[in-house]
């Protein structure tokens, strides 16, 4: 994997990678509503770096991650990830983070097409969803900006550090991602 945006790049996860990498995984503002617990051990890193760095395209029933870095300087700002339904190669589930310095700057919003272009148009899926707790303002901005419906909203329905937090769920079709080009 490899294609530039206007100010990003994203590509493979290198071994140089890996202090950046464990640098934003361990920060609490980050990991907050995330499925990891910190601290995210330098193991773990090097095992997650190991596994997608060779990883070319999205597997059946499997994530791939690919790192986002700087375009000028080459530094890792954070990561985007896909996963293609195991049972259904046209149902896609993606996945963003960013280190907390670069956030509210665009540039998740710049990334993210590119990639829903790959899966909607190269590998031709027909859904792809997406969902964030309830209280992650930034992400379901981030994915209502991109087009995302919100599809559901469930209460209490998943249990983090003891306590029972909402979600909300969101979706995007292939026909929906085409006509919203046309308009834009
Ligand atoms: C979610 C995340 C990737 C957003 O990245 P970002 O680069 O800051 O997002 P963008 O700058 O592209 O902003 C996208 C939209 O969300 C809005 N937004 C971003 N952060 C926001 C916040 N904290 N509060 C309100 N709106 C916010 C932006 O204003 C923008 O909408 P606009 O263009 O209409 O103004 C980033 O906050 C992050 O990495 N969070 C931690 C990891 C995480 O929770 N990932 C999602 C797991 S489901």
Redesign the pocket.
Known sequence: MYLQTARLVLRNFMDDDLETFLAYHNDP??????GWAIPYPRDSAKAFISAMKEMAAPKQGGWVQFAIALKETGELI?DLGCYIKDDDARQARV??????K?????????VIPYLLEYLFEDMNVHRVV????AE????Y??LE?LGFRREAHFVESYLMDGVYTSEYHYGLLQREWRENLKQR
């Open positions: 503002e980050v990991a907050k509503y995330q954070g996945g963003f983070t960013l280190a907390s670069f956030w509210r700057m665009g540039y998740i919003s710049e997406a969902d964030c707790d992650n303002i930034a992400s901005r981030t900006k």
